[in-house]
């Protein structure tokens, strides 16, 4: 079996997403310039350089800066000091780079950010606020990243109150420059909240698919088959199969399908590649699936396919789409009455359930630019 040396996009326009109020936003952030002291700039700890927006430098970056790593709960931490190491020589100006987790609140580096930023603001010359008895801060970064998240830990953290900023898995919770919030007493500290915001231009497809995977687009825009064609991709380059062949998560690894518990369609641990399963299985409901057609993609062997990937994943998690199946028997005034359902394998579904896995961490932590 040979699988792809290279990525090609399955379009040929380029990605971006610039919407109207992320460019609004952009301006709104210079505008408050003035009154800030300082900036988290967050970032998702998967793609630590795919997820740049050079922007934040150009516009943003007269003020002091700390980097953010955050869900480093997703990567290998192993690859931390790698990582520091590159970004802190790329960007001599930062104060400090960290990586935490900011749904975590006893997480020991989410607790460092606000004194490191204290301290640092203390010894620096504030030019035209140096007269300013509170701290001002603003939250940047792409969309997703936990921004939000970061800002209702401190307020948890420091002033035991609950979340002021709305979170969400997906891209766009956040949309427009929040007022600000306070997230420490004494000395007064505030935090500006921010959209996430893209770069206008993205650098490669490449770049384009790690982002979507770390759902820094909406999912719709670049289409979830498309990002798991990606991820199989990326997955198969670094020999990483047995991490979707035999994923719990996904009840894969599985088993011969007996007759005994295909009503359930339980499908049990075993190496084994070579699998001999019945004629048919049942979906939930007790419907047939043909195993003469699907039997084939039920195995645990690496494919670079999506499509056969997400059918196996369909089939063992149970997924189907009930579709209308015409018999045509030549006459055409009969074809409605000739009308039967049948029951295919919900790729849709399953490549949700793949996506969904993949951004759980549940088939392992991977920093997804390892190779920039
Ligand atoms: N695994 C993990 N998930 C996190 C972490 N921090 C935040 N999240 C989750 O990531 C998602 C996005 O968090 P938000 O705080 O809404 O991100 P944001 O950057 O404000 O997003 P926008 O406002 O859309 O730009 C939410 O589902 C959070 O629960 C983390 O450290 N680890
Ligand atoms: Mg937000």
């Known amino acids: 079996m040979s699988f792809r040396e290279a990525y090609k996009l399955a379009t040929n326009s380029n990605i971006s997403w610039y919407p109207r109020h992320m460019m609004t936003s952009m301006k709104q952030m210079q505008a408050k310039l003035r009154t800030i002291d300082f900036i988290i700039e967050v970032h998702d700890a998967r793609i630590p350089f795919s997820g740049r927006n ?51 609140i006893k997480d020991h580096s989410l607790l460092n950010i606000l004194p490191i930023i204290l301290d640092h603001i203390k010894i620096s010359n504030r030019y035209n606020r140096m007269g300013a008895d509170e701290y001002n801060i603003m939250i940047i970064g792409v969309p997703n990243v936990g921004k939000s998240s970061l800002l209702n830990a401190f307020r948890n953290k420091y002033m035991k109150k609950s979340k002021a900023s709305e ?14 919030i306070k997230v420490y007493p004494n000395p007064k500290v505030f935090v500006f909240d921010t959209p ?61 399908v007996t007759n005994a518990n295909k009503q359930s369609a339980t499908l049990l641990h075993e190496k084994s590649h070579n699998l001999k399963f019945p004629d048919t299985i049942l979906t939930k409901e007790n419907n047939e699936i043909d195993m003469k057609i699907y039997g084939p993609y039920l195995n645990n062997k690496p494919t670079d396919n999506i499509l056969d990937y997400l059918i196996r994943v369909a089939i063992v998690n149970q997924r189907f789409v009930k579709v209308r199946k015409v018999i045509y028997d030549g006459n055409s005034e009969s074809i409605n009455n000739n009308q039967h359902w049948e029951f295919k394998p919900d790729i849709n579904t399953a490549a949700n359930l793949f996506l969904k896995t993949f951004r759980s961490g549940k088939m392992g932590k ?7």
Not at 69 to 95: A, H
Not at 222 to 244: A, H, Q, T, V
């Open 167 to 180: 979170e969400g898995p997906y891209a766009g919770v956040t949309k427009s420059v929040l007022n600000k």
């Open 196 to 256: 996430g915001i893209m770069a206008p231009h993205i650098s490669s497809s490449e770049a384009a698919m790690r982002l979507a995977l770390c759902a820094t687009f909406k999912d719709s825009l670049i289409g979830e088959k498309n990002m798991c064609d990606y991820l199989l991709y990326w997955l198969n380059k670094r020999k990483l199969m047995n991490e979707y062949t035999h994923c719990g998560e996904l009840n894969l690894p599985l088993s011969e």
């Open 366 to 372: 991977f920093i997804l630019d390892d190779d920039i």
């Open 54 to 104: 050079i922007n934040f430098q150009n516009l943003l970056g007269i003020k002091p800066r700390i980097l953010v790593f955050n869900k480093k709960d997703l990567v290998d931490k192993t690859c931390y000091e790698q990582i520091i190491k590159k970004v802190s020589d790329q960007e001599k100006d930062v104060v400090k780079v960290l990586f935490t987790s900011a749904n975590q």
